[in-house]
């Protein structure tokens, strides 16, 4: 009965927030926002993906480290997942519109962002896009060719790349800081691709320039994720140019629906074919099986937060900024533990690194905001999240040039919006998103600098 419950549940709250996005979208004449997306990425993970992973394990297709928590999930569990769920959905949309009436009141203040640049031409604007772009890549080559060189240079890392992803690493690097400035490269390579695709003619624009920077730049970062290890942040990354050209070609709603459901299917192709090039999984895995396992992790927890009911009372999002900085600063001097560490240490007995334990268990939106505040900590969670997509949209503005505008946006998209869904630990979001952070910032300085001096 209770699986029964699972699947059907599942499929109905998938089918009502699609209902939901299609009355915004359709209905009301709204083209895609970042709300939507969330939306999306949370119906297709906590609906359909909960039903798939429950259906999985009760066939016998999953393992038996997630059956045992997965089969903890009673009717009365399942309800509260759902229900906590679709509470998490009303306190973002909340959010997001109450913030957005804000920002709409107060239009004076961010008039003179977007005019600014609106009253320079495309090909200044552009010049100033490609001195971040090649900035950007130099960075990422130099500070990464530094943090190589106690693992033997650019070759050498790769005979360590799995160890360090486990935490069993024996080589001591001091510059251990510097591997995600690596990332770089992968905001330089959006950059390059979006000129590329561009089609406005820019006399003083060179395309080869521009055809040479962005082969260099996207294969070093294919190098530097296949050193990480990341079979999400590669197939993150490849989507990456596929969506953002799609963004860019297709104004009409109904294209671009067409369009995704192809990108949803490459992505899932995607997931198998990485895995099987970085050898993540076991021989004879079904894909099935495959995605059960991956899958699991965010409905585990849940369970294992449900059980032990503990609450870091929104301690995680007040010391969110400081995931900015290098790790020896946050953890080793201010000594501040991750939702995701305290959560992996209560589920394996261990730290990641530490008793054999190779790797750590992520903690998803919704048993975060949990995690803060029981029901009350996902009404402000969601509500915080709602605002701060409004924000995230509002900096799409920050670049005029629309091609580059959509390759980036598409990044946010894939790699805050949704993947945040799954991923919802502030030190997760930052730490993958680090070369956004990084290349909005810089862009901006540039801007500004630019502005000075004329």
């Given amino acids: 009965m209770s699986e029964f419950i699972a699947i059907i549940g599942g499929l109905s709250l998938t089918f009502i927030i699609y209902l939901c996005i299609y009355f915004r979208i359709v209905?009301?004449?709204?083209?895609?926002?970042?709300?939507?997306?969330?939306?999306?990425?949370?119906?297709?993970?906590?609906?359909?993906?909960?039903?798939?992973?429950?259906?999985?394990?009760?066939?016998?297709?999953?393992?038996?480290?997630?059956?045992?928590?997965?089969?903890?999930?009673?009717?009365?569990?399942?309800?509260?997942?759902?229900?906590?769920?679709?509470?998490?959905?009303?306190?973002?949309?909340?959010?997001?519109?109450?913030?957005?009436?804000?920002?709409?009141n107060r239009r004076d203040a961010a008039t003179p962002i977007v005019k600014s640049d609106l009253d320079k031409s495309v090909e200044i604007v552009s010049k100033k896009l490609i001195r971040v772009a090649w900035l950007m890549l130099i960075i990422s080559i130099l500070s990464y060719g530094v943090y190589t060189l106690p693992y033997g240079g650019f070759v050498g890392l790769l005979d360590y790349t799995r160890s360090i992803r486990s935490g069993f690493v024996f080589v001591d690097n001091p510059f251990s800081f510097l591997q995600?400035?690596?990332?770089?490269?992968?905001?330089?390579?959006?950059?390059?691709?979006?000129?590329?695709?561009?089609?406005?003619?820019?006399?003083?624009?060179?395309?080869?320039?521009?055809?040479?920077?962005?082969?260099?730049?996207?294969?070093?970062?294919?190098?530097?994720l296949y050193s990480w290890v990341g079979r999400i942040s590669l197939v993150i990354h490849l989507l990456t140019f596929i969506l953002g050209y799609i963004l860019y070609k297709n104004k009409s709603v109904f294209r671009l629906t067409r369009k995704l459901i192809i990108v949803f299917i490459l992505g899932l192709i995607s997931i198998v074919l990485m895995d099987k090039i970085l050898g993540r999984t076991s021989a004879g895995t079904s894909?099935?099986?495959?995605?059960?396992?991956?899958?699991?992790?965010?409905?585990?927890?849940?369970?294992?937060?449900?059980?032990?009911?503990?609450?870091?009372?929104?301690?995680?999002?007040?010391?969110?900024?400081?995931?900015?900085l290098p790790m020896t600063i946050w953890s080793n001097l201010l000594n501040i533990e991750t939702a995701s560490e305290v959560t992996t240490f209560l589920m394996l007995g261990a730290n990641k690194g530490e008793s054999g334990v190779t790797g750590s268990i992520p903690v998803d939106m919704l048993t975060f905001s949990m995690i803060q505040g029981s029901v009350f900590g996902v009404i402000v969670v969601g509500f915080l999240w709602g605002g701060f997509l409004v924000f995230l949209q509002r900096l799409r503005f920050l670049i005029v040039n629309y091609s580059i505008s959509n390759v980036i946006y598409a990044n946010i998209?894939?790699?805050?919006?949704?993947?945040?869904?799954?991923?919802?630990?502030?030190?997760?979001?930052i730490l993958r998103n680090f070369h956004i952070i990084a290349g909005l910032l810089l862009?901006?300085?540039?801007?500004?600098?630019s502005f000075k001096v004329k």
């Fill in 27 to 104: 209905i009301k004449n709204i083209g895609f926002e970042l709300i939507d997306w969330f939306l999306l990425g949370l119906a297709t993970f906590n609906g359909i993906g909960f039903s798939f992973v429950i259906w999985a394990t009760n066939q016998g297709k999953n393992t038996y480290a997630w059956s045992l928590w997965l089969s903890q999930y009673d009717t009365n569990l399942t309800l509260i997942y759902f229900s906590t769920n679709i509470i998490l959905v009303f306190s973002t949309i909340f959010g997001w519109h109450l913030t957005k009436s804000v920002f709409s």
């Fill in 180 to 224: 995600r400035f690596g990332g770089f490269a992968l905001f330089s390579s959006y950059i390059f691709y979006g000129l590329l695709i561009d089609k406005t003619y820019l006399p003083s624009i060179n395309k080869r320039k521009i055809t040479l920077g962005f082969i260099i730049s996207f294969l070093f970062s294919i190098y530097v």
């Fill in 287 to 324: 894909v099935v099986e495959l995605f059960a396992k991956e899958l699991s992790f965010p409905f585990a927890v849940f369970v294992n937060h449900f059980n032990l009911q503990y609450f870091s009372w929104f301690k995680d999002i007040v010391v969110a900024p400081v995931f900015i």
């Fill in 413 to 429: 998209i894939l790699n805050v919006v949704i993947l945040s869904v799954l991923y919802g630990d502030p030190k997760h979001i």
């Fill in 443 to 449: 862009l901006y300085l540039f801007r500004k600098i």
